[in-house]
Structure formats: structure tokens, C-alpha cells
């Protein structure tokens, strides 16, 4: 069949006006921004330019050593700047957003309630306490409001009225690039007394993400999806919980004294209580290079380029007989370069090695590490198109930096061919 394909799109502004150049290998097409982003110029020269002065952090005397350790702080003030820290939260650097979310789990205060929803990443459903709630999948972000004012005031009737609450709600989907209504959940988190945690891992890329703006508690947030491959993630957030829970990692770094006898250890507070061993010094720079790239960045621009591109592909898909996309909200629900479909009667993991081996394009299939969500969608997906043939696994095609009127056009050609040849 022929895809028929509107023209191409202006170019993005100069690389003086936009210094966020990733790298990449010519000739492949990289549509799979959501698993992993590729890495930011800024973010492998932020790394270049340190390794040589590469030491110890927070644990020597001599000038690499304090070099080392400026750098680290210096990263620390810049990511929370990036993220709207407010004074007195605490930036905590974690290998990713699984880890953060983890480490929030470890600082609960005995007896909170979480509440989430069931369509969340496996990093923001598995780490919460036995006894949390999990709402419902909304079909609109006007119902998961209304799911969230139903349940903490429910929660708020009971036994448990007194004790902590926190909700724990994604930025914008893994699966489907549908943004969540954060702010309005916030207000009603903030009406009942709730503390709420957002996981950052797919907006943050897209969108500017300010926690004080959004008067949310928590933030959670990977490097590796923010252009900073590097192994560096971040906790960011309310004080008080985290100096009063035991700390993630016991160890070197995380105490203010250690005594001859068994137990004789104090802990000290501030980010370093959860840091214990040697900091990801690499990491932590590698993040701050893209924030501070990104914060002196025309993001609206690059927005508006990004929105042209997830509209011409998500046109290109509607427009193929054999694709069905997958979503959570209306199709015109407010959303980022992420795009989940399926190709009808086609096993999801052969296409995904199709495209690879024979159009060198690499897009993700399977179920995204956000099971539950993506099997109510493939369900909802057959039932809509009214297809039995679709497969039980799904496709995602993710856009970012970097990413072209091109990278979409052959997409779209090489399932076009896919469909043909089959």
C-alpha cells in the first residue's frame, strides 16, 4: 500500500540557539526514547571534561579530591533548581526512578496508606506497603480526579483517619504518553491532608516539571531518560520523612558517628543519610549538564516540534488499516512523543525485529513494565476497533531530541511494507 505523508516540517533552531545535540549512529533511527534517551552532547562533555579530575567525593584533601566534591554539590543545586526545589527539600541522587520510588517506600512513616492508580509504571505500583489502595484506571483525567476525592475521604472517614497518606501518581504515561492531571490531583491530595509523590520519569524530558509550582511533595526522576545515560536518578523532595527513616544504604557517608559497640551509630540527616558508599560523582554531573542545558533552552519551541512529530505519526498510524493505537483518555487528551499501537494479526516482537534487521529502526515491544495498564488497553483496543486478531504484546514508538520528520516518515513507510509482505 502507499502511505500518503503531509510535507516536511521546519527545521528546529540552529545548534548555537539549541545546544542539545544527541549523539547517535548514522543510519539508525532510534524511536525508543521512553526505554532509554540517547545521550545529550552536554552531557557527555560535562563528562569528558571532569574524568581526567576524576576522585573521591566528600572524602579527600587534595585538589582532585575537592574538585570532586564541588562538582557533585554544584550537580546537586543544579538539579534541584531544575525541578523547582523548594527550601528545605532534600535532593537525594538514586541509580534511577525504580530506586527512588524504592527509597520514599523505605522512608514511609509507619502505618501511611498509598494510594495509586492501576495504571501505573511497575516502579510506582510494586514498592508500596501491603494495605495500599489502587484505584481503577480513569477513562479521563476529570475521573481520576474524582477517583482520587472519592478515596481520601473515604480514607479519612475510617479507623485510620489520623494517619499518613500519600499519593503516588505518574507525570505523564509509559504506555500511552498521556499526561495526568498532577496539579488537580495535588489540590485534592492537599484538601484531605495527603502528601503526594509524582513519578517524573516520562515528563520530565518533555515538559518542565517544577515541584514547588505544582505543590507536589515528591519527585522522582532517571538520567538515562533524561539524556544522561550515566546511571544517575533522582529523589527530590519534603525533608522530614527522609531524616527520619533508617537510612536506604547503610554505610560510609550516611553517619555522623560510629561507636566501638555493635549499635553505637548515629546517622547523620540531609542527602547524605540515603547516599551511603561512593556517590555516582558521573552520574550526578552527566544530569545537572542536560537540567542546565535544558533550563537555558527554548523549551516551547522544542515542544511545538515535538507535538508536529507525535501528530504526523499518530496521523500516519490512523491511516494504516492493520494499526490500532493504544490509549487510556480520549484521543485528544494532552500527551508526549510516546505512541503504543499494534499491528493487527502480526506477533509484536517479530515486527519490532523486523524493523530492526531490515529498516535499521528500533522501537520497543512488549508490555512496557507497566503490565496490568498495557493488557486493559490491548483488551480496550480490540474492543474498539473490533479486531480478534490483535496480538497480546504491543509496540511503542517514543520521540525526543533528536528526533525528525524522517525518523517518522520511514516508520511509517516500513509498516506500510510490513503489511504488504504479509
Not at 506497603?129 to 472517614?157: F, K
Not at 505512541?339 to 506477533?347: Q, T
Request: with cysteine.
Amino acid at each position: 500500500m502507499t502511505v500518503t505523508l503531509v510535507p516536511p516540517l521546519p527545521p528546529l533552531p540552529s545548534r548555537t540557539a539549541r545546544p542539545l545535540d544527541v549523539l547517535g549512529v548514522p543510519g539508525q533511527v532510534n524511536l525508543d526514547h521512553a526505554a532509554s534517551a540517547p545521550c545529550a552532547r552536554a552531557a557527555a562533555d560535562a563528562v569528558a571534561e571532569l574524568l581526567p579530575w576524576y576522585a573521591s567525593v566528600h572524602r579527600g584533601a587534595g585538589a582532585l579530591s575537592r574538585r570532586c566534591t564541588l562538582e557533585y554539590e554544584r550537580a546537586r543545586q543544579t538539579v534541584g533548581d531544575f525541578f523547582g526545589a523548594r527550601a528545605g527539600d532534600h535532593v537525594v541522587f538514586t541509580r534511577n526512578t525504580t530506586d527512588a520510588l524504592n527509597l520514599l517506600a523505605r522512608a514511609l512513616p509507619a502505618g501511611t496508606t498509598v494510594v495509586t492508580f492501576a495504571g501505573e509504571h511497575h516502579a510506582n505500583l510494586l514498592p508500596w506497603p501491603r494495605g495500599s489502595v489502587r484505584l481503577p484506571v480513569p477513562a479521563a483525567p476529570r475521573e481520576a480526579v474524582r477517583a482520587l476525592e472519592a478515596a481520601l475521604t473515604e480514607l479519612r472517614r475510617g479507623t485510620r483517619a489520623d494517619l499518613p497518606v500519600l499519593v503516588a501518581v505518574t507525570g505523564a504515561s509509559n504506555v500511552t504518553g498521556e499526561r495526568w492531571p498532577v496539579a488537580e490531583l495535588a489540590l485534592v491530595a492537599r484538601r484531605h491532608g495527603a502528601r503526594i509523590a509524582v513519578d517524573a520519569a516520562q515528563l520530565a524530558p518533555h515538559a518542565p516539571v517544577d515541584v514547588a509550582a505544582l505543590d507536589v511533595d515528591y519527585l522522582a526522576a532517571s538520567g538515562h531518560k533524561l539524556y544522561a545515560p550515566f546511571g544517575a536518578g533522582v529523589l527530590l523532595g519534603r525533608s522530614d520523612w527522609l531524616d527520619a527513616a533508617p537510612p536506604y544504604l547503610a554505610g560510609g557517608g550516611a553517619t555522623s558517628h560510629v561507636g566501638a559497640a555493635t549499635h553505637d551509630v548515629r546517622w547523620t540527616t540531609g542527602p547524605a543519610r540515603h547516599e551511603g558508599g561512593t556517590p555516582n560523582l558521573l552520574g550526578a554531573v552527566a544530569l545537572a549538564a542536560v537540567c542546565a542545558a535544558l533550563a537555558d533552552a527554548d523549551r516551547a519551541a522544542l515542544h511545538a516540534h515535538e507535538q508536529a512529530l507525535l501528530a504526523r505519526l499518530r496521523d500516519g498510524l490512523a491511516a494504516l488499516p492493520h494499526a490500532v493505537e493504544l490509549r487510556t483518555f480520549g484521543p485528544d487528551a494532552p500527551r508526549v512523543g510516546i505512541v503504543s499501537f499494534v499491528v493487527a494479526g502480526r506477533d509484536s516482537a517479530e515486527v519490532a525485529a523486523e524493523l530492526a534487521a531490515g529498516h535499521d529502526i528500533g522501537v520497543r515491544d512488549g508490555l512496557f513494565c507497566a503490565h496490568p495498564l498495557a493488557r486493559r488497553l490491548l483488551a480496550e483496543a480490540a474492543a474498539r476497533s473490533g479486531r480478534t486478531d490483535l496480538p497480546p504484546t504491543a509496540l511503542r514508538a517514543s520521540l525526543g531530541l533528536g528526533s525528525t520528520t524522517d525518523d517518522v516518515d520511514r516508520l511509517l513507510a516500513a509498516l506500510a511494507a510490513l503489511r504488504c509482505s504479509a
